[in-house]
């Protein structure tokens, strides 16, 4: 996967400055396998094609950006971590989830057809450079610290920043 990466930085550093200078926003508030998957294929696609791209993550998509610790520090927020735990490797597909069996069974489906694990996509963006950042409200309302997410992951933010950014954007999605 990296040479494919470094064939694509390579096109992209290829274009004119005036044809790279597209911003794209995402939002991510679902948590779910199939809807994460998406949010994560625009996202490399647009920063494959030159494109500066932010993905804002909020309440349940936040799992997409978590690591694998346990969070909460109250009574509620423990619950939560225990009930909701667990990072992107637990998500669920919205339908068919079969109490973890769909995505055991999409995962082999896409695996036969040499489709990346979304754990994959989310390092690629990583790569890639796309800004990952993290709503502040969402983390102090579900008890997540920073230290809870994954290795290139931007500090936490607010909506005004994730406002900000739409505004200067292209195009702009909401998953």
């Known amino acids: 996967m990296s040479a494919e990466v470094d064939s694509m930085m390579a096109q992209v550093a290829a274009l004119p400055a005036a044809d790279r200078k597209k911003k794209m926003t995402i939002v991510v508030m679902s948590g779910d396998f199939d809807k994460l998957f998406g949010a994560f294929i625009i996202g490399t696609g647009g920063a494959a094609m030159g494109m500066e791209v932010t993905m804002f993550f909020t309440f349940w998509g936040l799992r997409a950006i978590r690591n694998n610790m346990s969070t909460g520090k109250t009574l ?32 082999k489906m ?12 989310r390092d690629l963006a990583v790569m890639l450079g796309i800004g990952l950042y993290p709503c502040q409200m969402s983390m102090d309302v579900m008890e997540m610290p920073q230290e809870s997410f994954i290795e290139g992951v931007k500090p936490a933010v607010g909506v005004g920043f994730m406002l900000a950014e739409a505004e200067e954007s292209a195009i702009q999605f909401f998953i």
């Open 76 to 107: 509620f927020g423990k619950m939560l971590g225990m009930m909701y735990g667990g990072d992107i490797s637990k998500s669920n597909p919205s339908h068919f989830s079969f109490l973890g069996m769909g995505r055991w069974m999409f995962g």
């Open 110 to 121: 896409m695996g036969a057809h040499n489709v990346a694990k979304l754990a994959e996509l």
